[in-house]
């Protein structure tokens, strides 16, 4: 198989230029225009520290952050993951009730602003219902073994409300594009694959577990790695109720030092790299699936 040669147009060449031109005179109006300070040399202070009681290096404000930010993407992906697949099934029902159950949800969801919903649901989960459950009592009665480990890949007793709370409200939103990318998987199964199921005995439910889904599911793997890219970008919502991840460092830091050209570069470049890397490694898995459905 012949790759394509990438061709060269004018037209590709003028917006290439205009492109440059405009980066450059963009650089040219910060550092001269705006006699900006800039200050690299401290960027580097804020992403590790040195511990004075162990003498090891450890990770300060903007890596803190970064690690709160690949946690919080993983957990509420994961909660997300299980509340698209229970609403996408139900959306992919026969019947009237659960197919208008997961219609609510879904359209809710994607037709309020992400901002409003972060606020409605934090302080209800936040305030009402998390604190009802114990969790944070839970936490600290826990041995000083498992709160180590649950701050490692979670969050301290004294943040876990808090943090449970943001994933919690991530995972709603997020969920509801997964069970669309679900629903829309079970419904391109041909009727032909449920037909040869009925007819060896399977009811419906066996046919959705056994047949059904794992073929739905290798169609939307692509796209829901891509959700979770998704979701990384937008656990920086979060920061609005003061959920410690990246950007809220970042704003923190830019109030504190007043550094705000250096600080919000290098959050962009932290960011970069986690989105990045997750391309990558969705590419990857996109190759394998197709190589793997041509065998």
Known sequence: MHKRKLQLKTLDLVA???ITVACATLIYRVMVKMDYQWNWSTIGNYLLRLDADTGHWVPNLLLQGMLTTIKLSF????????????????????KFFRKTISTIYVET???????????IFYFFIGDQI????????????????????????????????AFSSAV??????????????????????????WEAACSIGMGRWQTLRLVILPQAVRQI???????????????????????QELTFQGMELMAATYMT?????TITAMYFVLTMACSLAVSKLEIRLSQHLKL
């Open 130 to 161: 998390i604190p009802l459950m114990g969790l944070e009592k839970t936490v600290l009665g826990l041995p000083d073994t498992l709160q180590s480990l649950m701050a490692t890949i979670a969050a301290g007793p004294d943040r876990i409300t």
């Open 261 to 265: 050209f250096e600080i919000w570069i």
């Open 168 to 193: 919690i409200t991530l995972a709603i939103i997020e969920g509801a594009y997964i069970a669309e990318m679900i629903r829309s998987g079970i419904q391109s199964i041909g009727k032909g694959q």
């Open 221 to 243: 793997l692509p796209p829901l790695a891509g959700q979770f890219i998704s979701t990384i970008k937008d656990s920086s919502i979060v920061a609005v109720i003061s959920i």
């Open 109 to 119: 969801c994607r037709n309020l602003p992400p901002l409003v919903m972060v606020f």
């Open 16 to 18: 290439g230029m205009l």
């Open 75 to 94: 957990w509420s992906m994961l909660l997300a993951t299980v509340i698209g697949l229970v609403m996408g099934i139900l959306g992919a029902s026969r």
